[in-house]
């Protein structure tokens, strides 16, 4: 049997859409999908995908958003 390491290893070397395939699939495994969260947050990110398009809030780009995550949690 494989080990972990090898096992990531050829993860690592397989294209993007297929890690996130592997990686969908793995959580399941240990946390099952709950349909009633799901549809939270498609409201949420609905919600959000409205108050950007409306003006209502102002979206900031990606790298600065990440910036403030690191920043945050380097406290």
């Known amino acids: 049997m494989p080990t972990v ?4 290893d050829d993860a690592v070397s397989l294209p993007v ?4 395939r592997l990686i969908d ?3 399941e495994t240990v946390r099952p ?3 009633k969260i ?3 947050w498609i409201q949420v990110a609905l919600r959000r995908r ?4 409306s003006g209502k809030v102002k979206g900031i780009p990606g790298e ?6 690191r ?3 380097e406290k």
């Open 71 to 73: 920043k945050r949690l």
């Open 5 to 8: 390491d090898e096992i990531f």
């Open 33 to 35: 999908k709950n349909p």
């Open 64 to 69: 600065e958003a990440m910036e403030k995550i």
């Open 25 to 27: 699939t793995l959580l």
């Open 50 to 53: 409205d108050e950007l398009r």
């Open 17 to 20: 859409e297929e890690r996130l």
């Open 38 to 40: 799901d549809e939270k």
